[in-house]
Every structure is written in C-alpha cells, then in structure tokens.
C-alpha cells in the first residue's frame, strides 16, 4: 500500500510541475532575454543558437513566437562587437558549417550586421507551415 501511495504522489508531482512548465511555455511572448535567465534561456533557446560562438561579452538572446505568419525566429544578439567583419566572418562560418544540418524546408540560418551600432546577430527562422 505505501509503495502504490508512493507511487501516486510521484506522479502527482511529476504531472504538476510538467504543467508548470508548459504554461510557462505556452504564456511565452515576444521576448529579449539573457543566459541568466536560466528558465526563460533552456525553454526558447535552441541548440543551434545556444551554441553560437560568444563574440562579445554583451549580449542576449530573443524569441518571436509564430503570430499566424507562419514562421517563429530565435535569435542572439551581440552588442558593442569590436573587429566587426573578422567577427561577422566567424559568425558566417559558424552558419555555413550549421546550415547542412538544418531541415532546410523548415528551418532558416542567417548573419545580420549593423556596422554603425557596432551590432552582429544570428537567427534561426522556423517555418511552423509549408513554404511555397
């Protein structure tokens, strides 16, 4: 009897703090965030920009979650980048060697540069319908 009572209020708990985390994911918004942000960071950060090389210590990370448009972006956002091209080459090549195992009729890889804010960004496109 223990073991089943056990057994049940494992479940019980398992099963409440797996709808705690799928509300938390499912209120998500439009959002910037940091890696501190270690709730928001392991629920909308995906591997492929979890893992893009650091290039600036100021940066964060942001999700756009589909609004009927069809498509949700995951990004990094590098801020105050000095040696902007050298930065935005190790960058592209980062993307290039990533693009390959990406499902390129869902997914989209790109570099984004803006030289006068000193700014680089990668971003993750995923296309939540089929592209014509």
């Given amino acids: 009897m223990k073991s089943t009572h056990a057994k049940m209020s494992l479940l019980a708990i398992t ?8 509300v938390a994911f499912l209120t998500v918004k439009e959002d910037e965030y940091r890696e501190s942000d270690r709730l928001a960071w392991y629920l909308m950060t995906p591997a492929v920009i ?5 290039i600036s210590k100021d940066y964060s990370f942001s999700y756009t979650p589909d ?21 935005r080459l190790l960058l592209e090549e980062y993307v290039n060697n990533k693009r390959p195992q990406l499902d390129s009729r869902e997914d989209e890889l790109n570099v984004n540069s803006d030289s006068d804010r000193k700014e680089l960004s990668v971003e993750l496109i995923h296309y939540t319908r089929s592209r014509k």
Wanted: net charge negative; hydrophobic share 40%.
């Fill in 15 to 22: 099963l409440a703090v797996a709808g705690l985390l799928a």
């Fill in 50 to 54: 979890a893992k893009v090389p650091k």
């Fill in 67 to 87: 609004d009927n448009y069809g498509y949700e972006v995951n990004s990094i956002h590098f801020h105050s980048v000095e040696n902007i091209e050298q930065k």
